[in-house]
């Protein structure tokens, strides 16, 4: 019994050690056509710090478009990493194309939320990450897991100070309108007469009469279709360069 509990004792110890080297070995690049000669492990590493600084994964995929006849679908290149669309991901595509490399920033999920279109246009636009189109890929993507992990973070503090800001703007708001009702209707009751009007004035209403002339009834047509997928928040492209 003691044997069997000192076992127990030492796997939940060595449990988060093997579970952070599971994580550290998931593969987070693919490299079709060998871009990337030996920099593979070393660019590796530098997603997997920035993946776990950040909290969604980031992948990298990179092919020769002039080998596959019309190019990969976005749900071809999730599932290579076990993704789908409704996951949190964030993928960056290189491709060449006649001698001319081209890159593409995908997000989905949380990578879609955190990251705004201005966010996403930093990231494709930053000089690091733009060493890609000169095919120095070991600074491209090593600048372009540095910029999204920060990216990421800015758009988590962000979230959060609006969750705090946008309740309390409604608060005064709320309490703006009540004063101002309050206000209102205070000098409406000083500027009402002191005297009883009934007194001095007399309204005798003695003949009423309603005519109709004449009625319209208009029909509208009310679409109840409704296009569009359910699911959660959005994904797809964010630019391309």
Same mark, same amino acid.
């Given at each position: 019994?003691?044997?069997?509990?000192?076992?127990?004792?030492?796997?939940?110890?060595?449990?988060?050690?093997?579970?952070?080297?599971?994580?550290?070995?998931?593969?987070?690049?693919?490299?079709?056509?060998?871009?990337?000669?030996?920099?593979?492990?070393?660019?590796?590493?530098?997603?997997?710090?920035?993946?776990?600084?950040?909290?969604?994964?980031?992948?990298?995929?990179?092919?020769?478009?002039?080998?596959?006849?019309?190019?990969?679908?976005?749900?071809?290149?999730?599932?290579?990493?076990?993704?789908?669309?409704?996951?949190?991901?964030?993928?960056? %595509?290189?491709?060449?194309?006649?001698?001319?490399?081209?890159?593409?920033?995908?997000?989905?999920?949380?990578?879609?939320?955190?990251?705004?279109?201005?966010?996403?246009?930093?990231?494709?636009?930053?000089?690091?990450?733009?060493?890609?189109?000169?095919?120095?890929?070991?600074?491209?993507?090593?600048?372009?897991?540095?910029?999204?992990?920060?990216?990421?973070?800015?758009?988590?503090?962000?979230?959060?100070?609006?969750?705090?800001?946008?309740?309390?703007?409604?608060?005064?708001?709320?309490?703006?309108?009540?004063?101002?009702?309050?206000?209102?209707?205070?000098?409406?009751?000083?500027?009402?007469?002191?005297?009883?009007?009934?007194?001095?004035?007399? %309204?005798? %209403?003695?003949?009423?009469?309603?005519?109709?002339?004449?009625?319209?009834?208009?029909?509208?047509?009310?679409?109840?279709?409704?296009?569009?997928?359910?699911?959660?928040?959005?994904?797809?492209?964010?630019?391309?360069?």
């Amino acid at each position: 019994m003691r044997k069997i509990a000192s076992v127990f004792l030492i796997l939940l110890l060595f449990m988060p050690i093997i579970s952070t080297n599971s994580s550290a070995s998931i593969s987070r690049i693919i490299d079709e056509d060998g871009f990337l000669g030996g920099d593979l492990a070393e660019l590796e590493a530098k997603l997997y710090e920035a993946e776990a600084e950040c909290g969604i994964p980031i992948r990298i995929y990179l092919y020769d478009e002039g080998k596959v006849a019309f190019g990969y679908s976005e749900n071809h290149l999730l599932r290579s990493f076990g993704f789908d669309t409704d996951d949190d991901v964030i993928l960056l %595509l290189i491709t060449r194309e006649y001698n001319t490399y081209y890159y593409e920033l995908f997000t989905y999920g949380d990578g879609y939320d955190l990251i705004s279109d201005a966010a996403a246009d930093r990231i494709l636009d930053d000089s690091g990450v733009y060493s890609i189109k000169r095919a120095d890929f070991g600074q491209g993507i090593s600048a372009f897991a540095s910029v999204t992990s920060y990216e990421v973070l800015e758009g988590r503090r962000s979230a959060r100070l609006t969750a705090i800001i946008v309740p309390i703007i409604l608060g005064i708001i709320a309490g703006g309108i009540a004063f101002g009702v309050v206000f209102y209707r205070y000098k409406r009751k000083l500027k009402s007469p002191i005297y009883p009007l009934s007194n001095y004035a007399r %309204l005798n %209403l003695t003949v009423a009469r309603d005519d109709f002339i004449t009625s319209h009834v208009t029909r509208v047509r009310i679409n109840t279709s409704q296009g569009g997928s359910g699911g959660r928040g959005g994904g797809g492209s964010r630019g391309r360069r």
